[in-house]
T-cell receptor, first 112, second 113 residues
Framework: NAGVTQTPKFQVLKTGQSMTLQCAQDMNHNSMYWYRQDPGMGLRLIYYSASEGTTDKGEVPNGYNVSRLNKREFSLRLESAAPSQTSVYFC???????????FGEGSRLTVL | DAKTTQPPSMDCAEGRAANLPCNHSTISGNEYVYWYRQIHSQGPQYIIHGLKNNETNEMASLIITEDRKSSTLILPHATLRDTAVYYCIVRGLYGGSQGNLIFGKGTKLSVKP
């Protein structure tokens, strides 16, 4: 099983450019999440989706939008990238009965 | 703010048990204690979780105090590959609280030969 797959793995943007980070899971999980991790810091929740068709803000949602396209896919969009959004982004999904989170390998974004 | 408090770093000799403490004095009755680890810059990896009883799996043991205000993750025979940042997290199992998973800075465990 692939688990949680994120694309792209690396991206460099200029300030003001837009892009979408893609995430897909093949475990039939209802809940999916987007986190960011800055150097030397823990993970911070950006947005989450408890089920298909629903999304909610996390701790640091400003500057981001999300789409839960279907049960498998949860995308994160930066409409106008800023240097403060330089970070590593992790997508995750959770197993319903245990709450165990499964993470992707991360997408490393640099905004110049 | 994170609901847990962990030491920023710990060292452990290879082959010895690594005991990682976590304080969660404000844990509520329906919240579980979860442990994850992050090796280098990979995505975090689930280790174990528990409510009030001690738990053991193939990776580790989790000891939760009777008052549930603290816990200890035990790696019984640490190897160099266990060098990682270990996160202790408290959260509910179901519902909206699933989204409010707060990672602190964790404990950086260094296993030394």
């Amino acid at each position: 099983n692939a688990g949680v797959t994120q694309t792209p793995k690396f991206q460099v943007l200029k300030t003001g450019q837009s892009m979408t980070l893609q995430c897909a899971q093949d475990m039939n999980h209802n809940s999916m999440y987007w986190y960011r991790q800055d150097p030397g810091m823990g993970l911070r929740l950006i947005y989450y989706s408890a089920s298909e068709g629903t999304t909610d803000k996390g701790e640091v949602p400003n500057g981001y939008n999300v789409s839960r396209l279907n049960k498998r896919e949860f995308s994160l969009r930066l409409e106008s990238a800023a240097p403060s959004q330089t970070s590593v982004y992790f997508c995750a999904s959770s197993r319903p009965n245990t709450g165990e989170l499964f993470f992707g390998e991360g997408s490393r974004l640099t905004v110049l | 703010d994170a609901k847990t408090t962990q030491p920023p770093s710990m060292d452990c000799a290879e082959g010895r048990a690594a005991n990682l403490p976590c304080n969660h004095s404000t844990i509520s009755g329906n919240e579980y204690v979860y442990w994850y680890r992050q090796i280098h810059s990979q995505g975090p990896q689930y280790i174990i979780h528990g409510l009030k009883n001690n738990e053991t799996n193939e990776m580790a043991s989790l000891i939760i105090t009777e008052d549930r205000k603290s816990s200890t993750l035990i790696l019984p025979h640490a190897t160099l590959r266990d060098t990682a940042v270990y996160y202790c997290i408290v959260r509910g199992l179901y519902g909206g609280s699933q989204g409010n998973l707060i990672f602190g800075k964790g404990t950086k465990l260094s296993v030394k030969p």
